[in-house]
């Protein structure tokens, strides 16, 4: 069974950065490792997706230049830097697992994390 552990979420000021993880145990099947966001009053979107075969990695258009996700093999954990946070970042974020990338987003999703809440607020 897999298990995946977020952490890193924080109450930030506007224009701060983050560095989100996401930690995984057991065998995963799958070579997608994807972070998604849900922010209050709204679905689950995903952010960005990393390869794990060989870290390619894909964005949505919200993420590109501020938000980077990142592979940490010794620590089998998926990051994600987010950078010059706004209130528009509020929200859960959540960490997936799965087959494949398909863009920003893990397709197949099989297993998924509790999330951690990042609050952006001056």
């Known amino acids: 069974q897999v298990q995946l552990v977020e952490s890193g979420g924080a109450l930030v000021r506007p224009g701060d950065s983050l560095t989100l993880s996401c930690a995984a145990s057991?065998?995963?099947?799958?070579?997608?490792t994807g972070w998604f966001r849900q922010a209050p009053g709204k679905g689950r979107e995903g952010v960005a997706c990393?390869?794990?075969?060989?870290?390619?990695?894909y964005y949505g258009n919200s993420a590109k230049g501020r938000f980077t996700i990142s592979r940490d093999n010794t620590k089998r954990a998926v990051n994600l830097e987010i950078h010059n946070l706004t209130p528009e970042d509020t929200a859960v974020y959540y960490c997936?697992?799965?087959?494949?990338?398909?863009?920003?987003?893990?397709?197949?999703?099989?297993?998924w994390g509790r999330g951690t809440q990042v609050t952006v607020s001056a």
């Open positions: 057991g065998h995963t099947a799958g070579y997608a």
């Open positions: 990393i390869d794990t075969r060989d870290g390619t990695t």
């Open positions: 997936a697992t799965g087959p494949e990338c398909r863009g920003r987003t893990v397709a197949g999703q099989d297993f």
